[in-house]
Structure formats: structure tokens, C-alpha cells
């Protein structure tokens, strides 16, 4: 029950730290075109909604003793999950390919989140590793595998508007800018299928 409440409290602290993000990334698309940003917003948008759902469900698993339908609860969770990863990483690639080549304006707002996020999500990702390993909760070890996802995409995106913030205008900042997007879409892409896949194995 100890593990079970952790377990409850690191979901809720989960969902109150990401909720600043789109809202943070979503003002700063007001000054900044980078593709990279942009699909950044779409991301941390269905991720949000996606944590929130793993939150919910897991309550709702918690408080019903039957082990079919708390398996049945997981199993929903985690293809919600996977499916949002999937659309995020279509997303990604799609602005990534299609946007079109301009000023990428002011990044640094986006930057700052994802700086931020590439420490906050590598605690969180420790810390659901370590919890889905001592309560066997699948809505854990998958989001643990998303933590691990959001840790690599924001690194990626912090490379690439590092690149565009300090070589404005440059080919590299442009070939980054849109390569961390791809990089950061196929990524998504292949967690996301695995969580599918194996949620599909275990009905």
C-alpha cells in the first residue's frame, strides 16, 4: 500500500510539473517559428493529456480489488499512452518535413523548458523504473518508458535550439532544427509501438 501511495503521489507530481510546459512552450511560438519548437508544443500537449490519463486510471486501479479489470485498467492506460506517443512523433515528423524554412525568431523560451526538462524528466524517469520494479504496476514501467522518451527528446531538443539561439540563420542551426525533430519523431515512433504491442500480448 506504501509502494502503491509512492506510486500515486509521483504520477500527481508527474502531472503538476508538465502542465507549465505547452503553456510555456505555446507563449513562446509567439515569438519564435522554429519547427523544433513547435513540435515540441504538440508533444508536450498529448504527453500531458497522456500523464493525466495514466494518473486517473491508476486511481482508479488502486481502489478495485479485482485483478481482471485493474489489468484491464492497465492495459487501456498503456495503449493510451502508446497511441500518444505515436501521434506525437507523427506530429514531429510531419512539422519537421513540411514547415516551412523562415527566421526562427526568439527560441529561448522553448529552450528553457526543455533544459529543464531533460533534468526533471531523468528523475522521474529513475524514479518510475524504481517504483514499477517494487509494485510490478505496468502503468508505471510505462511511464517510465515515456520518462526515458521525454529525457532523449528533450535533450535532442535542447541541442537544436541551443544551435539555433547561438548560430541564428546558419545552415547548421537549420539542418538541427529540423533533424531534431526527426530524430525526436522516430524515437516516439518506436516507444510508442512497443508499448502497443505489448499491451496487445498481454489481453
Known sequence: MKKEASGSRTLLLSVLMSAPGPLVVG???????????????????AE???IIVAFVIY???GKDPSPEK??????????FVGAVMCLSGVIMAALALFAPSEDKGNVIPGLAIALLGVIANCLFWRKYTRLSRE???????VQGRLYRAKTLVDGCVTLALATVLLLPGSSAAAVLDTLGSVVVALYLLWCGVKTLRESASAA
Open 59 to 61: 486511481q482508479l486501479a
Open 27 to 45: 507563449l513562446g511560438l509567439l515569438v519564435g517559428k522554429s519547427s523544433t519548437q513547435l513540435a515540441d508544443f504538440f508533444r508536450r500537449s
Open 70 to 79: 485493474k489489468a484491464r485498467l492497465e492495459q487501456g492506460s498503456n495503449r
Open 135 to 141: 509494485t510490478g504496476s505496468g502503468i508505471l514501467a
Open 48 to 50: 500531458l493529456l497522456a
